[in-house]
């Protein structure tokens, strides 16, 4: 599936991170990813987009986005049938070596990145790792977007609305 193609836009400012969630989604399970081929492919978005919000933020206010938990629980719904239930680890700072990332996505693991500047405001996903680059899903814009790794690593990520990670949901062990 090429996402940039899809050009998929969060439906308001409060669902990068069901709009991440979704792709994943579409990226682990061919069944649910079809829906993206459809005619009604923008509508089905926008509505799962909501159904997933609502599904996984049921204490925790929505307008304060997706935290990394529910980000893990959302993906899993459609990676446990692979094999893999998705964790999340913070961000470990200029020690980060990435070894989860750099393994799980050329596997065909996408992995959410949660961003920010102070605190954190908004989830990415990446979908390809090349070499010292990743390309990552932008749900703001729809598009795919190139970072480097060391800008990751030192807090310096352009191109994504915001500058530092603070949490990366990876595919944890066997289930």
């Known amino acids: 599936m090429r996402i ?8 308001d400012g409060r669902t990068c991170g069901p709009s991440v969630a979704v792709v994943a989604g ?26 997933v919000h609502a599904a996984i933020n049921r204490v925790w206010p929505r307008a304060l986005g997706l ?3 529910g980000m893990a629980a959302a ?16 961000w470990r700072g200029r020690r980060d070596r990435f070894a989860d990332v750099a393994s799980a996505v050329p596997a065909g ?7 920010g500047r102070v605190v954190p405001r908004h989830w990415v996903l990446i979908v390809e790792v090349r070499g010292d680059a990743w390309d990552c899903y ?8 190139t970072v480097a790794v060391d800008a990751a690593r030192r807090a310096r990520l352009t191109g994504l609305g915001y500058p530092r990670p603070f949490a990366f949901v990876v595919p944890g062990a066997l289930v």
């Open 26 to 51: 579409a990226l682990l399970d061919r069944a649910y990813g079809a829906q993206l081929s459809h005619p009604h492919a923008r509508a089905w978005f926008a509505a799962e987009q909501a159904r």
């Open 138 to 145: 932008e749900p703001s814009s729809g598009e795919v977007r």
């Open 4 to 11: 940039a193609a899809l050009a998929l836009t969060q439906r």
């Open 109 to 115: 693991w996408p992995v959410a990145m949660l961003i």
């Open 75 to 90: 993906i899993s719904v459609h990676s446990v049938s692979r094999g893999r239930r998705y964790r999340w680890r913070p």
């Open 67 to 69: 935290t990394p938990a």
